[in-house]
């Protein structure tokens, strides 16, 4: 069974930085889609960003575009994703994870869930 563990997070000014680390359990990381998720108070889980198995496809929620960037490495089971100029609408707590591409815009299709990384933007 998969198993995530999220890390990265923190509390940080608007217009700061922050990268997330996800490390996936599961032996077929490099042959399956990764996403990043997250969740804000009173809202759905929603995906942020994904990579392709072996990264050569990548999309990005609109409202992340141009300010995070997604990325893995696959001999490490690791996924990151780069936040950069983060906005107070970007608090949340972010989680990662893995199925087929199209299985990962339908977060409520998805189980194995991780903890997640709670990323706040305040001044």
């Known amino acids: 069974q998969k198993q995530f563990v999220e890390s990265g997070g923190g509390l940080v000014q608007p217009g700061g930085s922050l990268r997330l680390s996800c490390v996936a359990s599961?032996?077929?990381?490099?042959?399956?889609?990764l996403g990043w998720y997250r969740q804000a108070p009173g809202k759905e889980r929603e995906l942020v960003a994904a990579?392709?198995?072996?990264?050569?496809?990548?999309t990005y929620a609109d409202s992340v575009k141009g300010r995070f960037t997604i990325s893995r490495d696959n001999d490490k089971n690791t996924g990151y994703l780069q936040m950069n100029n983060l906005k107070p609408e970007d608090t949340a707590v972010y989680y990662c994870?893995?199925?087929?591409?199209?299985?990962?815009?339908?977060?409520?299709?998805?189980?194995?869930w991780g903890q997640g990384t709670q990323v706040t933007v305040s001044s």
């Open positions: 994870n893995t199925n087929l591409w199209d299985e990962l815009k339908s977060p409520s299709s998805l189980h194995s």
């Open positions: 990579i392709s198995n072996y990264g050569s496809t990548i």
């Open positions: 599961e032996a077929i990381f490099k042959f399956i889609a």
